[in-house]
């Protein structure tokens, strides 16, 4: 049988919880720095809360869980390596920038389903406040974002994945190659993505002889408005159509009235889309087969003054209820 | 039959050329910049020469070769995500800091193992001047090192893993854990790092109920002559006894009149010494089992100016002849 969402937990910010998706987080903070000396300490928390709540979930010790899985947005993944010290797992790093979620799950599920790991616990987190200092310009400067600007989540998401037991199991994974369009607007990250998910798209419909309709849902990580628009349109010109089953978490989580611009991104955007929303819908019958695609702009502050253009990728997991 | 080292191939700076372990290089580098813009796209174009190196070696086509899987020191692995770029394979990035070379051939094996690839190539690289602008000083202000400071490698190493050949052979990985005793000194790394490639070693040992005498050698990655010492008393306090077959990467690629104080560091070191010196040791039947540890410290200026001490991480992989 292929490996298993044992347990789910996500921990949000509030501007998460004043969303369309707020009822379907298991946590939501009342601000953003949560009585932490730094928002970096701030989101350590976050993903330390994720993935202790989805462990308790799962009702497994930690001695039954024999690989931490984890990335987020900070240099050095320095949130993830912080867990990890709390959570004492044996730890793989993975760095896909926002797409880090779905490649925990493809790589978490290939260890299990090779016979390397009975559980494993994977999860991302990003922050707002974190990301965009170290990104762009710290929020305390007030600058004024372009529309086709997004808002990076804060929260993180974490899941147990196992070898047997009941939930929604992980039966597929393509997992995605760098593509680079020459985007160098660090404003329109949609557009740096697009190109990489919609690869991934099309090389998982070839790979796997599908086509969009196969899914209840397709759901990039965080293409936003700009990006999923791009991404559709893309898809289109390679011979594929896609309907309204393709979608985006960095469209889903945010009203229009919250002021977001292009919409939501972060690590955290599709792990607590897919482990809140998601995981709920999988679970009450509603979605049979989801096709998670998370979505990464590798954007360097420092390769980007060089005058470097913005890499993307996009790693793909099936999930079927 | 376990996964195999099909190809193997490094590239280094001047001053590991110059070192005692020069002849073992497949290329040597006579300066640090090598016609490029940016110390930055040097260090992409090591890590792409060291992977189209063994590649090229290996004899396959890159249509077979499912996986790519790399990690360097740069924030966002930005050398990992370029050369990723330019060989367009499905691409898993990791970040162990300089145990990624360990890291990525664990991870690989298991995906060979398990079945999910048939070949997979790995690589890291790192580079003395990027290394230390990004994480201490630029190197052109000339400040003074301490007596415990390791002086980064300039190079990239890469292997082609596969799942039949001719070759050593990857048998057995034990994931480390991250342990952080609270060590602050950014000049120190070998010390921060000393606690988790012990307890690496101590729990690999006991896994496998097997003891150091059991290997030809053990390399760990970049503890350096600081971190070494203290590994080895750390070792003998658990009550395990090792002798001269317990060395490190580290210590060994510099000569003591080149002036790097502790010894070397960087993700390159350990991936050169092992893809060079040990790897031709291996084929030479010098050497029949051989336990390489990469070590990590997960330093990140952050939070180390906002008053975190540094954890670290050891990776271990056993390659037999």
Redo the contacts between chains.
């Keep these: 049988m292929p490996p298993v969402i044992l347990a789910s937990y996500t921990v949000v910010g509030p501007k998460e919880g004043q969303g369309p998706l707020g009822t379907t987080f298991d946590e939501v903070w009342t601000d953003n720095i949560h009585g932490e ?2 928002w ?2 701030a989101e350590s928390k976050l993903l330390e809360t994720a993935m202790q709540g989805a462990l308790k979930q799962s009702g497994l010790n930690p001695e039954h869980v024999d ?1 931490m899985l984890a ?1 987020d947005l ?5 949130s993830s ?2 867990s ?2 709390t959570m ?10 926002c797409s880090t979620m779905a ?1 925990s799950m493809a ?1 978490g599920s ?2 299990i ?4 790991a009975r559980n494993v616990l994977v999860g991302v987190s990003s922050h707002h406040e974190t990301a965009e200092r ?1 990104y762009r310009l710290p929020t305390e400067q007030g600058m004024q974002r372009p529309m086709s600007a997004q808002w990076t989540v804060t929260g993180a998401g974490s899941l147990v994945l196992g070898q047997s037991g009941a939930g929604p199991r992980i039966t597929a994974a ?7 369009y020459g985007e160098k607007d660090t404003a329109n990250m949609g557009a740096a993505m697009a190109p990489a998910v919609t690869d991934t798209l099309v090389n998982h419909f070839n790979d796997l002889n599908r086509k969009p309709q196969d899914y209840d849902l397709i759901a990039s990580g965080d293409l936003g408005m700009v990006g999923l628009a791009l991404s559709q349109e893309l898809l289109k010109r390679s011979g594929i159509t896609s309907g309204p089953e393709f979608t985006d978490c960095g469209v889903l989580i945010y009203d229009k009235n919250q002021d977001v611009h292009a919409g939501a991104s972060g690590c955290a955007c599709s792990a607590v889309v897919f482990a809140g929303n998601i995981m709920q819908r999988l679970k009450a019958g509603e979605l049979k087969r989801v096709l998670l695609v998370g979505s990464g702009a ?6 980007q003054q ?1 005058g ?1 253009s913005i ?1 993307g ?1 996009g790693h793909a997991v099936v999930i079927e209820a």
């Design positions: 000396k730094s970096e300490r690989y990335g900070l240099n050095q993944i320095i390596n912080f990890a010290r004492a797992l044996p730890y793989i790093g993975l760095y896909g920038a490649l790589v290939m260890l389903d090779g016979q390397f170290q393509t997992i995605g190659r760098v593509l680079d590798l954007h360097s502050p420092t390769s060089q470097e890499p990728i």
